[in-house]
């Protein structure tokens, strides 16, 4: 049972454009965290959102976690080559376990 | 230093072979974790140490073996692995304060190939 999805799966977008990534479940989560994983290396955190409705910005990303702490999105305007990579969240519960999402592979071409 | 290491970036072995993954973190962490990660695939947890203390085996076979010497390092000893356990393998910290701004920083991982 996955128990955070993420759409879509897969992404391929010019330097550029905007876009969106959703983390979505059905189950509560005391926070959530995003990472950025580049092929053959380990994710890198990026930020962890922990109130309802909050709102993060690192620079050109910003991180939404939903008011009911169920769902979480990350939106990157103007997306520049650098940021491809495979967006993971990650969602920690109230029994301090982790839960992965099934990751976004964004590609973005000059 | 917000830092994890790994050791070795590269493994290849054979599927006789004894080995050990090595990882280390300087952040007073008590918390440390080991995952695999299939390409393109989200990572599956492994293991979790808790104040050197085995506390989560996600039913992983007996060819891998954690331990954990103290609460700098983590290892996972590998012997009679398939071709199927070539893959990424994480290590992970925390510092465990509990839910909810417990945060998990990775390591660079080990590359394994089984032959």
């Known amino acids: 049972t996955q128990l955070l999805e993420q759409s879509p799966q897969f992404l391929s977008i010019q330097e550029g454009e905007n876009l969106t990534v959703y983390c979505n479940s059905s189950?509560?989560?005391?926070?959530l965290q995003w990472y950025r994983q580049e092929p053959g290396e380990g994710p890198v955190l990026l930020v962890t959102?922990?109130?309802?409705?909050e709102v993060k910005k690192l620079k050109r990303l910003t991180f939404q976690f939903g008011d009911a702490r169920k769902d979480s999105s990350l939106h990157i305007t103007a997306a520049q080559p650098g940021d491809t990579g495979l967006y993971l969240c990650?969602?920690?519960?109230?029994?301090?376990?982790?839960?992965f999402g099934s990751g976004t592979k964004l590609n973005v071409k000059p | 230093d917000t830092e994890v290491t790994q050791t070795p970036k590269h493994l290849v072995m054979g599927m006789t072979n004894k080995k050990s993954l090595k990882c280390e973190q300087h952040m007073g962490h008590r918390a440390m974790y080991w995952y695999k990660q299939k390409a393109k695939k989200p990572p599956e947890l492994m293991f979790v140490?808790?104040?050197?203390?085995?506390?989560i085996n996600e039913s992983v076979p007996s060819r891998f073996s954690p331990e954990c010497p103290n609460s700098s390092l983590l290892n996972l000893h590998l012997h009679a692995l398939q071709p199927e356990d070539s893959a990424l393998y994480l290590c992970?910290?925390?510092?465990?304060?509990?839910?909810?701004?417990?945060?998990?920083?990775f390591g660079p991982g080990t590359r394994l190939t089984v032959l």
């Open positions: 140490y808790s104040y050197e203390k085995l506390s």
């Open positions: 990650a969602g920690l519960n109230n029994f301090n376990k982790f839960y």
């Open positions: 189950s509560v989560f005391s926070s």
């Open positions: 959102v922990v109130t309802g409705g």
């Open positions: 992970a910290s925390s510092s465990r304060t509990g839910p909810p701004y417990n945060e998990q920083f």
